[in-house]
């Protein structure tokens, strides 16, 4: 198994791992308020995600960057909790976008949860680097390894965004249940425990 493939995999596990499922909480978060028709929107919100955390990975793994561990592992959960607040918000009224005249993906109206999304990649960027950087151990040459690894996350996330709306579709369709409903459940759901694991890990 070439190095490459390695990394590749440990990255795509490292996603996936119900162990630590604080960041798949957060793209269950991230996409609980959106459906398959504004997949588009989707798309420039986890590419901002991805971008965030593709940075803060590099910089964090490379020690150009140095951020105390139990910070971020407390931002995490905090990540999470703000992402289905806006979401609880959203739910109240009409979603930009929605309504006769749609507006364009990167209207001005929608930026700020990009940016949102944006921000809070790099946080979770910090929190893959401290695994990253455990099984790298000594390692010099790690150009490969990170990129391999970050490509992982990637391929994870994509399998963690389609099941959440893959289970979107079947609960708003076999369901007494609309896609507000869902959306108000993921949301509650997921930040009640974020916050019950920020309380836990609150660095004071």
């Known amino acids: 198994m070439t190095t490459f493939t390695v990394y590749l995999r440990l990255g795509f596990e490292h996603l ?8 798949i909480l957060f ?3 991230l996409c609980a308020a ?5 997949w588009r929107e989707l798309l420039v919100l986890v590419t901002a995600f991805t971008i965030g955390h593709s940075v803060s990975l590099a910089l964090a793994t490379l020690r150009l960057v140095r951020v105390d561990t139990g910070l ?3 931002l995490i959960p905090v990540t999470i909790v703000a992402t289905a607040v ?3 918000i959203g739910a109240r009224g009409p979603r930009p976008g929605d309504s006769a005249v749609r507006r364009p ?9 990009y940016a949102a999304a944006l921000v809070f990649g790099i946080i979770h960027g910090l929190g893959f680097s401290s695994f990253l950087r455990l099984i790298l151990g000594e390692e010099r040459n790690i150009f490969l390894p990170l990129l391999s690894f970050n490509i992982g996350l990637e391929l994870g996330q994509i399998v963690v965004a389609g099941a959440v709306l893959a289970l979107a579709m079947a609960a708003t ?4 249940l609309s ?7 993921v949301s509650v759901a997921a930040g009640a425990v974020a916050g019950w694991m920020a309380v836990q890990r609150l660095p004071f």
């Open 72 to 74: 971020v592992e407390f």
């Open 105 to 113: 993906i990167l209207h001005p109206a929608r930026r700020p949860r």
């Open 179 to 185: 896609q507000k409903g869902w959306n108000v459940a």
């Open 86 to 88: 806006v979401n609880l």
């Open 16 to 23: 996936l791992d119900l162990q630590g499922y604080d960041h």
């Open 34 to 38: 959106y459906t398959l028709t504004r």
């Open 173 to 176: 369709r076999r369901l007494p």
């Open 27 to 29: 793209l269950a978060a």
